[in-house]
Each structure stands twice: as C-alpha cells, then as structure tokens.
C-alpha cells in the first residue's frame, strides 16, 4: 500500500491566491522529491530535498523538508494558470543505516486554478 | 540530449493476453524504474533495473515482470492481463548510482487497455 500520503487530493483556487501540499511518512525518509505533472504529460522533477529541516525555494514555490524527516510540504505563492497540474512528492524510506532504495510516490495533490 | 523513449505509446490488449512495453533511458543513465499509474492509485513502484540487475521491486503480483539488457534499454511484461492492469506504465532513467536518491526523467508513457 501507500506509504507516503499527500493532502489534499484536490485543490480549487482562484488565480492570485496561495497553495499548499503536504507529505506525510510513517518512516524516517532518506530524500523527499517533488515533481510537476501536467494535464495528459509526464512527471517533471522539481526539486530534492535531502537535510532535516531544509528550505528550498524555486521563484513562488517554496520546499520544506520536516525536522524529522517524515514530512514535507510545497508552497506556492500566488498562483498563476501555469502552477495547474498534479504535484507529487517521492520519498526514499530509510531501513537501518541505509535506504530501501525505492522512491515511494504520494498520490499526489491536483491542483486547478481559475482565472 | 534524447530523453527518455517508451513504445508503444498507446496499445489494446484483451484479457489474458501477454504485452511487453519498451523503454530506451537518456544516454549514459544506468537506472530504468516502472511505475504504473492509475486515477486512483497514483504512482505505484514496480521495479527498478541497474546494470541489468534487478535491484528493487514494489508489491506488483509475478505476472508483471522487466529485464534490462547491456546497452540499459528496459523492457517490463505483463503476461495474463486483467481489467484491472489498465493504466499508464512510466519508465524513468536516472544517472544517480544509488537507487531511490536521483532525479527521476520520465518517459511519456504507453497506455495499456485490457478489454
């Protein structure tokens, strides 16, 4: 089953207003990875977080990686009809002193944006 | 730089009958990953190959299998096929040697439909 769960699924907003998703693992993550897939495209990878705590920013978007390295979250910032798609995170357990090797995807968040 | 390859992009097949799907990585990338994808279950890991090795596999049932041959191109079967193994199969390549912590580039795809 899922091993890594993303809220919400879906998210309506209007053009001009903030976004958020966030990831969730019941285990300690070696990574966390976000990608960007368009309506009928494949996954983009966005970014990879790899630090307790870390902050990444992209222009409007904006990483998080939590303290624990359990959860994570992407913020996006005054969206525009271009952030439209379904944003996914991926995350590589850890087992031990080394990690499964298996990045795990979310379900992932889709996010429409009205003009 | 050519990205990643899949054929057949699109295919119907009836149940019980076998497929094999193709997937050519970016050049120099020694990792090929599958992952199936379903409106309701995201992005669900297959297996992932390395220097023809397979090196991790998801919780996907014998009749799905893969092999990666020398020149890294992958192939991934499901033989006896339900209904339910309709989906979009994404291969991804990545240049990273250690599985799960690299940048994932994925193909568009090949849509499967069991009828």
């Known amino acids: 089953g899922q091993q890594v769960m993303q809220i919400p699924q879906y998210q309506h907003v209007q053009e001009g207003e903030d976004f958020t998703t966030y990831c969730n693992s019941s285990t300690t993550l070696s990574n966390i990875q976000w990608y960007k897939q368009r309506p009928g495209g494949h996954p983009v990878f966005l970014i990879q977080l790899v630090k307790s705590g870390e902050v990444k920013k992209q222009k409007r978007l904006t990483f998080q990686f939590g303290e624990a390295k359990k959860n994570s979250s992407l913020h996006i910032t005054a969206t525009q009809t271009t952030d439209v798609g379904t944003y996914f995170c991926a995350g590589t357990r850890r087992q031990g002193s080394s990690n499964t090797g298996k990045l795990i995807f979310g379900q992932g968040t889709t996010l429409q944006v009205k003009p | 730089k050519a990205g990643v390859t899949q054929t057949p992009r699109y295919l119907i097949k009836t149940r019980g009958q076998q497929v094999t799907l193709s997937c050519s990585p970016i050049?120099?990338?020694?990792?090929v990953s599958w992952y199936q994808q379903t409106p309701g279950q995201g992005l669900q890991f297959l297996f992932e190959y390395f220097s023809e090795t397979q090196r991790n596999k998801g919780n996907f049932p014998g009749r799905f299998s893969g092999r990666q041959f020398s020149n890294s191109r992958s192939e991934m079967n499901v033989s006896t096929l339900e209904l339910g193994d309709s989906a979009l199969y994404l291969c991804?390549?990545?240049?990273?040697?250690?599985?799960?912590?690299?940048?994932?580039?994925f193909g568009e795809g090949s849509r499967l439909t069991v009828l």
């Open positions: 991804a390549s990545s240049g990273t040697g250690t599985g799960g912590l690299g940048e994932l580039f």
């Open positions: 050049s120099g990338h020694r990792s």
